[in-house]
């Protein structure tokens, strides 16, 4: 919230308080529960367990393709992979051969860590289990696939 809204929020009336917490969360509850979350339910209900080569199959593609994304739309893992050879990297299994990333440099990179995918994202933050949160950018649909 912004201080502005901290400000009119903390002088109003309670009754009005009350309104704008359940504005507020019909919001939240929007951004975390719009159509691409029930599609991913159905998604996930519609799964066929018995077979868990299908599965991996589906978490290796996922995998790959995640990788592609974050080299076509971020500049930092563009240049983080640049000595990698990626056409080594064939399933989740070779997920050893990416270097690792710390979360100080990832702190000090996060700009460019960014997607340029223009799409409707929020700010979040992380829990800060080492001590310092970290101020993190996610797209809508990613969080309600989460």
């Known amino acids: 919230m912004s ?6 929020y903390s002088m ?3 009754w009005l308080q009350n309104w704008m917490i359940t504005v507020y969360g019909k919001k939240l509850s929007h951004q975390r529960y719009g159509g691409i979350y029930w599609q991913e339910i159905n998604r996930l209900k519609s ?12 978490q290796n593609k996922m995998f790959l393709d995640f990788l592609a994304y974050t080299i076509k739309y971020s500049p930092f893992y563009k240049k983080f992979y ?10 989740v299994d070779d997920i050893h051969l990416l270097p690792i990333l ?14 340029t995918e223009n799409k409707p994202y929020h700010y979040s933050m992380t829990g800060g289990t080492t001590g310092k949160s970290l101020v ?9 696939k989460r």
Do not use: A
Request: glycine content about 2%.
């Open 82 to 91: 640049k000595d990698v050879d990626l056409s080594q990297i064939k399933s």
């Open 136 to 144: 993190v950018r996610s797209f809508d649909e990613d969080g309600q």
């Open 102 to 115: 710390d979360k100080e440099t990832l702190r000090k990179n996060i700009k460019d860590v960014y997607s």
């Open 3 to 8: 201080n502005l809204s901290e400000n009119i």
């Open 12 to 14: 109003s009336p309670i």
């Open 47 to 58: 799964r066929d367990l018995s077979n868990p080569h299908v599965q991996k199959e589906i």
